[in-house]
Structure formats: C-alpha cells, structure tokens
C-alpha cells in the first residue's frame, strides 16, 4: 500500500507594516515556536502601503520605513521557524498597490524602484520567500494538497462563501478542497462548510485567518470593525494525490489570539 505523504502549515494574513499588531505577534511567534511547521503561508498585506494609496492621508512614514518593518516581522518569523520550513508569501492588494501599473498611485518612471526585492538593504531576505502574485487566477493561488491559499479579493459580509465557490470553479471545480485566505480582516471560528444559501451547502471549505495588523484603525471610525481579529490557520495536508479526493486529505483549525 502507498504511504501518505503528509505536511504541516500555518498560515496569517494582513499584518500592514508599519502598523502590526504587536501583541498578536508575540503570540503568533510562540505558537510558530511550539508548531514548527513545514510551510509557513503569509496571505498578504505585508505592507500597508499608505504611501502608493489613491487615497490621501496624514501617515508621517516612508515606504522605505514599511520595508523596514516588514524585514523585522519576516526575520523574526524566520527565527523561530526551523530551517527547513518553506516560506511563501502570496502577495496582497496592499503590497500589490507598490508595484501596479497606476499612474494615480506611482510615476511610470519611477516603479521599477519599489520593488523591495531590489531593496539594497533587505532584498535579500524578501527574495528568500516563494512569492505568488496577486491575481484571481491559478497563478494567484499556492496549492499543498487539496488545499488552497491566497489572499482574497472580496470583502462583503457572505465573501467567504462567495468566493470559495468562484476560487473553487477556477481551480477546476474539485469537491472537498480546502480554501484558506485572509483580507476582509475577519478570522473563521474554525473551518466552515461553503454555502450556496442557509440550506444548501457545496463540497468545499473554507478558513480565514483575520489580520495581524491594527484592528481598530482611523479609516474605520465610522465603519463596523467588531468582526476583525487576529488568527493563524494551522492544519496538515496530504501530499500524495488522492485517487478520489475527500476531506480526509486535509485537517485545519483556526487559532484567535483573544488579546
């Protein structure tokens, strides 16, 4: 009989340098430490990108001081991970606003030098994470099993369950696949069955993992935020291809961090 090639993860999302959570971190790198996962999945919004923004704003920091802190938050994850952890980053709007081709945002001429992976100081580091680029499509999505990650791309108040069921489609439509992603800052209580409506349910899962970053924020003064929380996505997944695939190829649950 074929042994089952298993992996373990973890996976957080928005932690928007330079405002991350502290507190949420400290818990985040204690779990990391205890876990030790194989695959470590940042789902984006490393960087705030308050600098790129369409929007005006009174922030008093560079992009360079956003690449500073997201050097730490990375290192310091890093550190505590065991050497042979794979480390992915699937790119955000956020961090994905840094390097669009926009001129309300950055000069044409000038764009090649956002890129913090030519960051001379700590581009050495950000180049040591697979990068997978914001994108509704396969090419936006990292696969380990019959799981699936990616930053999201919605953020109404049923975008789970909406999306899951485009994201699923686009991955060729599979029943049981696993769908894990972070952006609208609102963490699962655990892993949920997808819904076409209150009674009927679809053959696909998903988890959100929150934000790591600040959970009451100026921009939301006037918005509903009650929602918003830190969480880290942890689970196992089968490796080996199933011959019929089913929720047995992976195990998940979500971590809140109730500080």
């Known amino acids: 009989m074929e042994s089952i090639k298993k992996t373990t993860f973890?996976?957080?999302?928005?932690?928007?340098?330079?405002?991350?959570?502290?507190?949420?971190?400290?818990?985040?790198?204690?779990?990391?430490?205890?876990?030790k996962p194989s695959h470590f999945i940042l789902l984006g919004d490393?960087?705030?990108?308050g600098s790129v923004?369409?929007?005006p704003s009174e922030f008093e920091h560079a992009l360079e001081d956003e690449y500073e802190k997201g050097y730490i938050y990375l290192k310091d994850i890093m550190e505590v991970l065991p050497d042979s952890t794979e480390l992915i980053w699937t790119h955000g709007n956020h961090d994905d606003n840094i390097l669009a081709k926009d001129p309300r945002r950055s000069p044409r001429g000038l764009r090649?030098?956002?890129?913090?992976?030519k960051h001379y100081e700590f581009g050495d580091l950000f180049r040591m994470w697979k990068q997978i680029p914001y994108s509704k499509s396969k090419s936006g999505v990292f696969k380990l099993g019959q799981?699936?990650?990616?930053?999201?791309?919605?953020?109404?108040?049923?975008?789970?369950?909406?999306?899951?069921?485009?994201?699923?489609?686009?991955?060729?439509g599979h029943a049981?696949?696993?769908?894990?992603?972070?952006?609208?800052?609102?963490?699962?209580?655990?892993?949920?069955?997808?819904?076409r409506s209150l009674k009927?349910?679809?053959?696909w899962y998903y988890a959100n993992a929150g934000t790591?970053?600040?959970?009451?924020?100026?921009?939301?003064?006037?918005?509903?935020?009650?929602?918003?929380?830190?969480?880290?996505?942890?689970?196992?997944?089968?490796?080996?291809?199933?011959?019929?695939?089913s929720t047995s190829d992976w195990d998940a649950h979500v971590e809140l961090f109730d500080g």
Request: with cysteine; proline share 6%; glycine share 8%.
């Open 212 to 245: 790591m970053g600040p959970l009451n924020p100026d921009y939301m003064n006037r918005k509903d935020s009650s929602g918003w929380g830190a969480g880290m996505v942890v689970g196992e997944a089968s490796l080996s291809e199933p011959r019929r695939p």
């Open 200 to 203: 009927i349910k679809l053959p």
């Open 176 to 195: 049981h696949r696993l769908f894990i992603r972070g952006h609208t800052h609102r963490p699962t209580v655990g892993v949920v069955q997808c819904k």
């Open 147 to 172: 799981i699936c990650f990616y930053h999201g791309f919605d953020a109404g108040a049923n975008s789970d369950d909406l999306e899951t069921i485009q994201m699923a489609n686009l991955m060729g």
């Open 46 to 49: 490393l960087f705030d990108a």
């Open 112 to 117: 090649s030098l956002l890129s913090w992976n």
């Open 10 to 35: 973890a996976a957080i999302s928005c932690v928007h340098t330079p405002f991350e959570n502290e507190g949420a971190k400290a818990w985040m790198l204690a779990k990391l430490s205890k876990i």
């Open 53 to 55: 923004s369409v929007h």
